[in-house]
Every structure is written in structure tokens, then in C-alpha cells.
């Protein structure tokens, strides 16, 4: 059994992180072929395992293979240090390690100036990589949680990279630096809530294995208050870690890391934490309607929102990011969407109901393998570019595509796909998205919440498209203005190589659906009555076609998109339409707050100064007045005793034998004083 | 595998099979140096006869073997796991001290030889059954390290030291028989099985006080616990550090372990046989434990030489595990026998260390130790660890075991708050005071500069490497998993309790 070494997929990853970290600056290229192999062989053991897992007897019944052994014991409880291996863990190992492979093997070009850093950034890389897997292969939250901070510390240093000794100069680097910060910062006040979650749910469960806290029966048996609350508080988590609002703000910024890291945090790592963790806890969640609800007003307000943020930026990289925060928020509303219909569907005891909730998760989880693969090639692409012109600013760009030819053609199937164009992958999961989003609409008492989310979705797709295709036609479209008349080509063959195997999955990844392997990440009531990921047979080609091709929001939004890439077409390519004139040359009120990210940051900075400053001022004056002086009168007389004693050490022997004498008698005198208070005598 | 491998070669004999190894090593040990003449051959003679010794313990622990030879000696899980505490302690010391420039060359073959005496010593005092084969194995151990402290190469501190040492052994030694008579005299038996039942028809008398604190006087005096510790830093400081090594981390350790077999088991008996209070003995050993770690870990912050230091947090660390004392339950006394392990690794890797770098021409003084992550990279790493490991920093092994020593102190095992809890807090304060004078150290290996001239890399014997990379394993290891050892000490609290 392939399986019970499921444990080395995330081993290897962390031994490349010590070797690098320890000797790669004695290896070639700091240590990244290290780093290259050792993804490379996580993911020939992801694949043996998954492969392995769906063909055994287990993918079927009882849907998961779990093993582990017992970390420490706390107080009569035991924490499990252990695998679980599921369709969902699968298909998170894969895709990670895959696409980080690609992402490290990318690096080798990109980073591969930067001389004696080299061998930090592999070895960070790798750790990072390793607290995907490790999130993914966790039989138990508390576990999870080790790798979901690992995460949280790799993408502060990474994102922090050039916090120091940045090539472009201090002030560059002061901003990277401050950026990790806040990711760091801004993620933690997701993790504190995490942590809450997993207490509250330990409270009501006793125990945080998968196997206890997903179970059926034991659902039921818990309190719903408690669960409700648990359940609330572990999406803050997925809040702050897959920056949803209102804690979307740190995303943008970590823009200042290398655009690999990007694209390790976005595609393969980081971001899908999030959505892992709510896909995970879907039973869990799924207890409460609110919560499922709430999960998906928070998608579909983030991806309205951060869509909006995308539409006038000017910074390459900025676009994609926004462009995440919105994809995200889709993943979200499916899997909000999906869980309000399964809620709905078990009070009612509705199987139909059940089974739209079922498309709603698949729609979720495809949509973030999907993501995957476009946002890592966008991102690579947008790499490139940059390495290539020295710039982010788009509007320095512009004609690359006669010079890039692999980039821009890579970049524009990763457009097409992050669009919704038909047939590309995204296409497919988007679109089962809205309708997940639609069909809840028409279910339940709060069904028209999510008519408006899936208006919100609908107008998302239009903007999506119209801005993935701005950036497009803004790089490598029309005339090469300043950067781009100096860039220096195509890029290295070790990036254009990754961008082409990427391209194929973005465009090709959604045709699983159509072979029948949605089957693999759907979500159902077994047999037992219990909650399994995968082992039902896929729908098939022909289900997915008709319930696509015979509703007619399908073609909608399939004219939006055509619509939304035609007027970026006339905006930006043959300039017949002036973008001065939608937005008042720049004065517009929309215009400034989408510029502005809605006055978010902002507003945080206030909130945070005014509140966090003036509790911050009072517990400092408590701090230096209170505690320490506490503390130095304490330690003052610790060490003014400390000395005294020590001279009354003072060598001689009949000095020693006296206070063993002395001591005896004075023992004695408290043993009697004892005694005699306890009436032992 | 199961225990007849030993049994069909020991017969009756088999309870005493570890002791009756290093005997037998420590006879032919002076006959081989004065054959070879040097060092060499007579370590491996015996790491070996250490390793043959280690083996059959570890044969007879693992099948849970249980046997009494001649009603002084029991073989049982209590027993297999302090035997086994001994055995990995000499086995550290006897393998340092043959590269170690301080131990002596003259008399080698007789150091080997009392280094195994005071082994078998520790092994027998941790099976025996009686007081007064406890006596004999105490004393065993005594005269045999006066003697190893005065072996020292050059240096006349180590004469001082082994005079002080034998002064004030003497004088607890005749505490300890005069306790011990007392004892007999109240309760009209030497076995330990019995005590508690004589004890709880008797009752308290002034005869039990008497010699409840002279015993206490006497045997703490090998574990250097407050107000009988004044000894403990002249003589860690005068001897070598192999024999440091041995007397803080092996003769510390039967002394507490003398404490578990005598006071709580009689106690304990004591309280359940015959409803006789303990409440004023334990808060007797609650008094002690508090003041053992306040003095220790006060009096070490105002130290500069590090074996000094090391000595005082020796004291603290015995306050540490004194608690079980204190608490008198079972989960407290698992706790203390894995305190105790885990000192070994930590303080025997500490002065490990030490050994290694005085070995290197590194003087014992703090500043000496300025920019040693410099000069010995990894041997200041390893430091790092078994400092941060003693103050109880996570992940490492002393966080673990004053993890569970100080929730025993807290919660009893049915989960009702304790009224230990206060010492628990106290012994938690003080992790935090230890904390300043171990940082202490850090700092002048991370930060401060070398000394003009002092900037070249240090080289340290191979043995000594050796070693400390076993501790920092162990100290890793341990405070990660600490079910390895832990289990087994369940087991053996389980065992003495048994015996209830």
C-alpha cells in the first residue's frame, strides 16, 4: 500500500527546506534543483497515492484511508499526529505539488540573478510547499493547524523577501517589508478565530480527528449553539487566510514579493488553504443554514468587490491579485451555495435539493483546481513580462506580443480560461457556479439573497473578462511604449517551458467533468448515512452539456464575456472608445473608490490608529509603570539576594557542616510546627 | 523475545544481572591498564561491559520481568527504569572521560573501576528492598566518588573539593544511620514493604520526627536539595567534569529515588492502609522543594563560572522534582521519574559540553564563553538547546517533563485542583528567574565578541561529540515524543504503587 506513505509527500518538501537551508550554498543554483526534485518527487508520490486511493476498495466505502499514532495525551484527551487520505486531500497534493514543480523550475530563470539569496528563497519555498501538503494529508485540525501557521510564517518571509537589500532600492524594500507584516498580521486575526473554532469544537466534540468531528452521529449529538459558533469562527480563518472581506487587504500588498511567490501563493499554496479548510468542514458546516448563508455572502460580496478594485489598476501584477480575491470569492459562493441547498435539502429530506447542493461543492472544488492552473500560468506570465520590460506598470507595456510570441499566447489561453470563454476550463466551473448560486435562489426562506449574489456573480463575469483583456491588450497589444521598447525578449526556456505546461491545463482541466471525474470531488450521504467525499460515478459529458447548453443564463453570461472582451477590444486595442469618457478622465466618484480600493485601507489605518493606538497608549503606560516595575523591584531583589547568598558561600568546610546542622534543626522545627497544626501529634 | 534468555544464565540471581556485570567490569578494569597502559582498550573493555549490562536490563524491562533475590533485592519496572537512568549516565561519563584532559592518567584503571563501583551502587540502591541495603548501595556510591572527585589531573580545587565532599558526607552519612535506626525503632522493620503498615498502627511520635528529618538531612545530601546543598557547587566546580556529570546527573537522582522508595511509599501506605493525615510531610517536602528552586536558581544568576552555575540549577532542578514529593500521587511520580530522565540529557549535555570545551583550552568562566558561536558553531548550538531545554523552552525535552511535573502539581488525576497548585506557581516563577542566567550564557555565545586574540575555531574530542549530539537527540526527542520514555515511567510509578 502506497498509501500509508502518504506521510513522505509532505517529509520530502521539509527535507529539501533543511538540506537547502543548511548547504545550499554549496549546490548549483542555491540548492533549487534540490527543491525542484524534491516537489518533483512529492507529487510521483501524489500521484501513486491518488491513483492507488481511487482504485481501492476504500474510495468507495468508507471513502477515506486514515492512519496515526498518538502525539501527546492532554488531560485524558489524545492528540493524533496522523494522515487522511480522501479525494479532497488527492486532489489538493496534486495540483500543489504539481504546480509548485512548475513554479521552482520557473524560478531557476527568474531568480536566477540573484546570487547568494537563492538559497533562502529555495529552502523557503520548500517549506511552504510542505505546509500545503501537510494541511492537506492532516487527520486531525490540531495538526492542520501546525501546517496552516507553517503556511502563515513561510508567506511573511517570502513575501518579505526583499525586505532587505531590495534590487530597486530602500524604499522598495521598506514596502516589502510592511507588507509582510500585514500579511502576517492580517492573516493571524484569521488564525486567532481558527484557533477559538477548533477550541470551541474540541469543546463540543472532545476530540479533533476527522474521523470523530465529521461523523454523522456525532454531529447530531453535539450542541447546534456550540457547533454554530465553532463553525462561524473556523471561517474566520478561511476569511483571513484566503483574504475574503473584510480581511482581503493583505493580498494586494503582498504583491511586493518575487512574482513566483505570488504565484505560489495564489495558485498552488497559501489562498486555497481557505477554501481546503471550508471544502473540509463542509459537514460541519453544512449543520447551520446560517453559516452556509454567511459563507457565501462573503463570496459573493468579495468577488463583486475585489472585481472592481481590478477595473482601473494600472499595476500588472495588482490585477491578477484582485482578480484571485474575486475568483475566490466564487469558491466561496459556490461552496455557501451548495451547503445552503444541502442544509435546506437535509430538513426537508429533499434528495434532489441534496443533489444541487452536491454540484454546488464540486463546482467550488473544481473552480479552485481550475484557478490553480490559469492563475499560476497568469502569474508566471506576468513574470515574464516583467523580467522582460523591468516594470509593472502596464502603461509603460504595451506591443510585447510580437517579441514574447510564448508569453503572450500562454497569457491570453490563461485570459480566456480566467474569462469563462466556452470550452476554456474556467468556463465550466464558473458556470456551474452561478447556477449552483441561481438554483439556491429559488430554494429556501433566504433564497433571495442569493438571486442578488448571483447578480453580483453574473456582473463579476462581465468584469472579469472586460479586465483580464484590458491587461491583455494593454501588454502585448498596439504600440511598445517606453519599458517595452528596451525589454529584452522572450524569457529562458526554464520559464517559457512551465508557462506551455500550464497553458495546456488551463485550458484543457475542465473536460474532467466531461470524462466523468467529478465523480471524485462531489460531496454526499453514503450508504451509512455518512458524510464521503467522491465514490459515486460521474455524471458524464452528456449531463454536463444539457444541464448547461439547455439553461439559458448559460449563453448570458456567455454574451457578457464576448461583450466584455469586445469593448476591451475597442477600448484598449483599436482605442475607438476613450476610457476618459466613462470615468471623467479619472474624477469619477466610482472611479476613485475602486482606485481606492473602497477606501479600505483607509479605513482599517483608522480604525486600527484610533482604537488599536489609544488601547495600545493604555496598556503601554500599564506595561512600563505597573508590570515593570513590578518586574524590576522583583528582579532587584532577586539578584541583590542572589549575591548575598553567594557570599554566604564561603568555601569553609565547618561553615557547610554547621548550616547541615543548622538546617536539620531548623527542618525540625517546621516538620513539629506542622505536625502540630495538622494535630498530627 | 522473553526474559529466560537472562534467567537461564542467572538463575536466581537474574533480579541483580545488571549489578553483577559491572562488578565483574569493575574487578578486571585496573588489571587491564596495568596490562595496556593506556587508555584506549580500557574504555572499550568497558563501554562494553556497560552495553552488556544496559542489554540485560533492557531484556527484563521490556518483557515486564518481575523477581526478588534473597528478599533484598526486587526486580521490577520501578526498578528496571532507575537501573536503566544509571546506566545510560555512566555509560555517557566512562565514555567522555577517556578523552577528557582532566580525568586522570596515572589511575586510570582504578577510576574506571570506581566509576562502575558507583554504578552498580546507584543500580543496587534502586532495587533494593530494605533500609539497609539502601544504606549499603548510598554509601557504596559516597566512598566511591569522594575518591573519583579527588582524581583529578592538575588541579588542587579537586583536593579541596573531595575533602569538603567527604566532610559533609561523613556527617550526613551518620545522620542518615541515626535516622534509620529511629525509623527501626518506631516501626520495628528495615522492609520497605512494611513501614507504612507499622507506621500507620504506631502513629506520629516525636522517635518518627526525628528521624523523618535526619534521614531527610542524609539523603539530601545526595540530592543536594536546600538547606544540605552547600557542597554541591565547591565540588562540581573542583572535580572533573565526567565525575560533575556522574554526581549531578547519576548520585542526585538515587538520592531522590532513595526519598520515592522510603517516604512514599511508607507514607502513602501509611495513608490508605491505616487513614494515618501526611498532609504536614508532604508540605515538609513542599517547603523544601519551594526553597531547593528558589535558592538554587536565585544564588545561580549572580554566578561566573559556568560549572557553578550549572551546580545551582542542579539544586533548582532537584527542587523541580521534588514536587512529586510533595504531591505524593502517581501521575506526580511519572512526572518526577521523567524529570528525572530528562535532566540527564539536558544538564549531562550542559556539562557535557563544559567537559568538551575545556578539553578545546576553553577557561569555566561565562566570559569565556563570549562569541563561541563563532568559534564552535554547533557545539554552541547544542548548548543553546540544553539551556533553552533546562529553562523549559518548547519543543524541547525539560518543557515536556516540567509540563507534566507541574500540571501534577495542579491537577490530581480525576481533575480536581490540587492545594499543590501554589507550588506549581512557584516552581513556574522560577523557570522564569532560571531563564535570565541561561540566556545569559546564550547571549555571550551569540552575541557578545571573542576576545582579542581567542577568535580561532575551537576543536573539540570526538567522544565528547559524540555524546552531546546523543543528548541533543534526546532532548529533542523527548520533548517531542516523550511517550518513549514516559510509558515507562507510568509503568514504574505504576509499580511502586503497586507495592501499596
Known amino acids: ?681 | 523475545m522473553d526474559a529466560s534468555i537472562v534467567t537461564g544464565i542467572f538463575g536466581a540471581y537474574t533480579p541483580i544481572a545488571p549489578m553483577i556485570i559491572m562488578i565483574i567490569g569493575a574487578l578486571i578494569m585496573p588489571a587491564l591498564y596495568f596490562g595496556f597502559k593506556k587508555k584506549a582498550p580500557v574504555t572499550a573493555v568497558q563501554m562494553i561491559i556497560i552495553l552488556i549490562s544496559l542489554a540485560l536490563n533492557m531484556i527484563l524491562l521490556g518483557t515486564g520481568y518481575e523477581a526478588t533475590y534473597a528478599n533484598l533485592f526486587t526486580y521490577d519496572a520501578f526498578s528496571g527504569l532507575l537501573i536503566l537512568l544509571f546506566q545510560i549516565v555512566v555509560g555517557i561519563v566512562a565514555f567522555v572521560s577517556y578523552s577528557s584532559i582532566e580525568t586522570t592518567t596515572l589511575h586510570f584503571g582504578a577510576y574506571s573501576s570506581l566509576l562502575l563501583i558507583a554504578a552498580a551502587g546507584m543500580m543496587f540502591v534502586g532495587a533494593a528492598d530494605d533500609l539497609i541495603s539502601i544504606f549499603v548501595g548510598v554509601e557504596t556510591v559516597s566512598i566511591s566518588s569522594y575518591a573519583l572527585v579527588a582524581m583529578k589531573r592538575n588541579d588542587p580545587r579537586a583536593a579541596e573539593a573531595a575533602v569538603k565532599y567527604v566532610i559533609i558526607g561523613g556527617l550526613s552519612t551518620a545522620l542518615t544511620i541515626y535516622g534509620i535506626s529511629m525509623l527501626y525503632g518506631v516501626t520495628g522493620t528495615v522492609e520497605l514493604s512494611e513501614l507504612g503498615v507499622a507506621l500507620a498502627a504506631s502513629g506520629y511520635s516525636w522517635a518518627f520526627i526525628i528521624a523523618l528529618i535526619t534521614m531527610m538531612a542524609g539523603y539530601g545530601f545526595k540530592v543536594a536539595m536546600v538547606p544540605f546543598h552547600m557542597w554541591a557547587p565547591d565540588v562540581y566546580e573542583g572535580a572533573s567534569t565526567p565525575v560533575s556529570i556522574m554526581l549531578a546527573t547519576g548520585s542526585k537522582k538515587m538520592g531522590l529515588a532513595v526519598f520515592f522508595k522510603i517516604f512514599l511509599v511508607m507514607l502513602v501506605t501509611a495513608n490508605v492502609v491505616g487513614g494515618l493525615g501526611i498532609v504536614e510531610v508532604q508540605y515538609l517536602f513542599a517547603i523544601v522543594a519551594a526553597l531547593s528552586m528558589t535558592i538554587g536558581n536565585v544564588v545561580a544568576i549572580s554566578q561566573t563560572n559556568i560549572k557553578r552555575m550549572l551546580a545551582y540549577s542542579s539544586i533548582a532542578q532537584a527542587g523541580y522534582i521534588l514536587i512529586a514529593m510533595a504531591v505524593m500521587s502517581q501521575y506526580a511520580l511519572s512526572a518526577g521519574l521523567f524529570h528525572m530522565f530528562t535532566h540527564v540529557f539536558m544538564k549531562g549535555g550542559a556539562f557535557l559540553v563544559v567537559g568538551a570545551l575545556i578539553c578545546a583550552g576553553l577557561g569555566e568562566k561565562i566570559t569565556d564563553y563570549n562569541g563561541l558561536a563563532k568559534r564552535a558553531p554547533l557545539v554552541a548550538f547544542a548548548m543553546l538547546l540544553f539551556l533553552f531545554s533546562l529553562a523549559g523552552v518548547p519543543p524541547l525535552a525539560g518543557f515536556t517533563s516540567k509540563f507534566f511535573l507541574f500540571s501534577s502539581a495542579i491537577y490530581s488525576e480525576d481533575g480536581v485542583m490540587t492545594q499543590w497548585i501554589w507550588l506549581a506557581f512557584v516552581a513556574i516563577l522560577n523557570s522564569a528567574i532560571s531563564l535570565y542566567y541561561y540566556v545569559r550564557i546564550i547571549k555571550a555565545m551569540y552575541i557578545e565578541k571573542p576576545a582579542a586574540g581567542a577568535d580561532s575555531k575551537l576543536k573539540i574530542p570526538k567522544t565528547f561529540a559524540i555524546a552531546i549530539a546523543v543528548c541533543v537527540v534526546f532532548v529533542i526527542v523527548l520533548g517531542l515524543y516523550p511517550g518513549i520514555i514516559m510509558d515507562y515511567c507510568a509503568q514504574g510509578a505504576a509499580a511502586l504503587f503497586g507495592l501499596i
Not at chain 1, 455557501?336 to 441534496?354: E, N
Not at chain 1, 502603461?395 to 474569462?419: V, Y
Open chain 1, 1 to 681: 500500500m502506497i498509501v500509508e506513505y502518504v506521510w513522505l509527500v509532505p517529509l520530502i518538501p521539509i527535507l529539501c527546506f533543511v538540506l537547502v537551508g543548511f548547504f545550499g550554498n554549496h549546490m548549483h543554483q542555491g540548492g533549487g534543483y534540490l527543491s525542484i526534485a524534491g516537489a518533483a518527487a512529492s507529487f510521483i508520490i501524489s500521484i501513486a497515492v491518488s491513483v492507488e486511493f481511487w482504485t481501492s476498495a476504500a474510495y468507495t466505502d468508507p471513502g477515506y484511508v486514515t492512519n496515526s499514532i498518538t502525539w501527546f495525551s492532554l488531560g485524558g484527551h489524545d492528540v493524533n499526529l496522523g494522515y487522511y487520505v480522501d479525494s479532497l486531500a488527492c486532489l489538493v497534493m496534486l495540483f500543489a505539488s504539481f504546480i509548485s514543480m512548475l513554479i521552482f523550475i520557473y524560478s531557476l530563470g527568474y531568480m536566477g540573478d540573484q546570487g547568494g539569496r537563492k538559497r533562502r528563497y529555495f529552502a523557503e519555498v520548500s517549506l511552504f510547499l510542505t505546509g500545503m501538503l501537510g494541511l492537506a494529508a492532516s487527520s486531525n485540525m490540531i495538526e492542520m493547524f501546525v501546517f496552516w501557521e507553517l503556511m502563515g510564517l513561510c508567506s511573511y518571509l517570502l513575501i518579505g523577501f526583499w525586505s532587505f537589500n531590495h534590487p530597486e532600492g530602500d524604499a522598495k524594500a521598506i514596502n516589502a517589508a510592511s507588507a509582510a507584516k500585514k500579511a502576517f498580521l492580517v492573516t493571524r486575526a484569521g488564525d486567532v478565530c481558527l484557533m477559538g473554532g477548533m477550541f470551541v469544537l474540541f469543546q463540543a466534540m472532545g476530540s479533533l480527528d476527522y474521523t470523530v468531528i465529521f461523523n454523522t452521529a456525532n454531529l447530531n449529538a453535539a450542541n447546534p449553539d456550540t457547533l454554530f459558533l465553532a463553525s462561524l469562527l473556523i471561517f474566520g480563518g478561511a476569511i483571513g487566510k484566503s483574504a475574503q472581506f473584510p480581511l482581503m487587504d493583505w493580498l494586494p500588498d503582498a504583491m511586493a514579493g518575487p512574482t513566483t511567490v505570488s504565484a505560489l501563493i495564489h495558485a498552488a499554496t497559501m489562498v486555497k488553504a481557505g477554501v481546503y479548510l471550508v471544502a473540509r468542514c463542509f459537514p460541519l458546516f453544512v449543520m447551520n443554514i446560517d453559516v452556509m448563508l454567511f459563507v457565501g455572502v462573503i463570496g459573493g460580496v468579495t468577488a463583486f468587490f475585489a472585481a472592481t478594485m481590478a477595473m482601473n489598476n494600472m499595476n500588472i501584477k495588482k490585477v491578477l491579485a484582485y482578480s484571485t480575491l474575486s475568483q475566490l470569492g466564487y469558491m466561496f459562493l459556490s461552496l455557501g451555495a451548495g451547503g445552503y441547498l444541502m442544509a435546506l435539502g437535509m430538513q426537508s429530506g429533499d434528495t434532489a435539493l441534496m443533489a444541487a447542493g452536491a454540484l454546488g461543492y464540486t463546482a467550488g472544488i473544481l473552480h479552485m483546481a481550475n484557478h490553480a492552473f490559469f492563475k499560476g500560468l497568469l502569474f508566471l506570465c506576468s513574470g515574464s513580462v516583467i523580467h522582460s520590460c523591468g516594470t509593472e506598470d502596464m502603461r509603460l507595456m504595451g506591443g510585447l506580443g510580437k517579441k514574447m510570441k510564448i508569453t503572450s499566447i500562454t497569457m491570453l489561453i490563461g485570459s480566456l480560461s480566467i474569462a469563462g470563454f466556452p470550452f476554456f476550463a474556467g468556463f465550466w466551473s464558473k458556470d456551474l457556479v452561478l447556477e449552483t448560486a441561481l438554483d439556491a435562489a429559488g430554494n429556501g426562506a433566504c433564497g433571495w439573497i442569493f438571486l442578488l449574489l448571483w447578480f453580483l456573480g453574473v456582473v463579476t463575469a462581465f468584469m472579469t473578462a472586460f479586465y483580464m483583456f484590458r491587461l491583455w491588450y494593454m501588454t502585448f497589444a498596439g504600440e511598445p511604449r517606453e519599458n517595452a521598447q528596451k525589454s529584452h525578449g522572450e524569457s529562458p526556456h526554464s520559464m517559457t517551458i512551465p508557462l506551455c505546461v500550464l497553458s495546456c491545463f488551463a485550458f484543457a482541466f475542465g473536460f474532467v467533468l466531461l470524462f466523468g471525474f467529478d465523480g471524485l470531488f462531489t460531496i454526499g450521504l453514503n450508504a451509512d448515512g455518512l458524510w464521503q467525499v467522491g465514490g459515486v460515478a460521474g455524471a458524464g459529458a452528456v449531463h454536463y452539456f444539457l444541464e448547461l447548453f439547455t439553461n439559458p443564463y448559460t449563453y448570458l453570461t456567455i454574451i457578457l464575456v464576448l461583450g466584455a472582451i469586445f469593448l476591451a477590444y475597442l477600448m484598449y486595442c483599436k482605442k475607438t472608445v476613450d476610457p476618459g469618457k466613462f470615468n471623467k478622465h479619472g474624477q469619477a466618484w466610482l472611479y476613485k473608490a475602486c482606485a481606492s480600493r473602497w477606501w479600505l485601507p483607509e479605513i482599517y489605518n483608522q480604525v486600527s490608529w484610533k482604537l488599536g493606538y489609544g488601547v495600545a497608549k493604555c496598556v503601554d503606560f500599564f506595561d512600563r509603570q505597573v508590570i515593570d516595575g513590578t518586574v524590576n523591584g522583583l528582579s532587584n531583589a532577586v539578584i541583590g539576594g542572589g549575591e548575598l547568598a553567594r557570599k554566604a558561600q564561603d568555601g569553609n568546610a565547618h561553615t557547610y557542616a554547621g548550616v547541615v546542622i543548622g538546617g536539620a534543626v531548623a527542618l525540625f522545627a517546621v516538620a513539629l510546627i506542622l505536625f502540630v497544626v495538622y494535630g498530627g501529634i
